[in-house]
């Protein structure tokens, strides 16, 4: 999808605020700093319109990007942050736990793991709530520059086996800086969106 024009539609907190157009969305979630506002800006190609920051758990609420009237990427808030205090986790459990059951316009979710590391029991858990839910998962192994080329092979099957994902749950290497798998990610991403409406 080739994208001109973006849009920070709404920063939600609460199902009535979320927008009404009926666009399919993809939701991106991941933990705190694994690199969400640097693929969003990759895919859109925005150097600066998703906000990275240095600091933790900046992103709070389900931000809302209209692309091209056509889609919607919602980035939701980071998890994992240990500064964070217990009762706005609990609060942002609960906003996501609302939105990823009951938002029948979402398509499916890109779920972002650091390609360098194992991913962490948060990251097998959130997993296992998206499966839970029956969503389409593409899970990706960000800041994937980092790893040499004949090591990529098992990076990624570390991420498969430790996230115990299915077998239609697919898995895709990405780097901001060279663009690694921007492409494959567009081409999965232009795939689930078509798919039926969830009941």
């Known amino acids: 999808m080739k994208v001109n024009n973006v849009d920070l539609t709404i920063s939600a907190v609460r199902p009535e605020q979320y927008p009404e157009q009926g666009y399919p969305e993809i939701a991106l979630s991941g933990r705190s700093n694994v690199g969400k506002s640097s693929l969003i800006n990759t895919l859109i190609n925005r ?4 906000r990275t920051s240095s ?20 980035d939701v808030p980071g998890y994992g942050y240990a500064k964070v205090s217990q009762k706005e986790r ?3 459990a609960r906003m996501l736990e ?6 029948t316009a979402l398509r499916g979710v890109v779920s972002l793991v650091d390609a360098r590391h194992e991913p962490t029991v948060l990251d097998q858990q959130m997993i296992e709530f998206l499966h839970y839910y029956n969503l389409p998962i593409l899970v990706v192994g960000t800041k994937v520059d980092k790893i040499a080329k ?6 990624e099957s570390i991420i ?36 039926p409406e969830r009941k």
């Not at 150097?47 to 998703?50: C, K």
């Not at 933790?56 to 919602?74: H, I, R």
Request: hydrophobic residues 30%; without cysteine; proline residues 1%.
């Open 47 to 50: 150097r600066n319109y998703a």
């Open 98 to 103: 609302t939105y990823f059951e009951q938002r």
């Open 90 to 92: 609990e609060k942002w």
């Open 150 to 155: 004949n090591k990529r092979n098992r990076a």
């Open 160 to 195: 498969r086996k430790t996230l115990n994902l299915n077998k239609e749950d697919k898995v895709i290497l990405f780097s901001a800086v060279d663009k690694t798998g921007r492409e494959e990610i567009w081409n999965w991403i232009d795939q689930v969106k078509t798919f």
């Open 55 to 74: 600091q933790p758990g900046k992103t709070q609420t389900l931000n809302f990007y209209n692309l091209e009237d056509e889609l919607y990427f919602v």
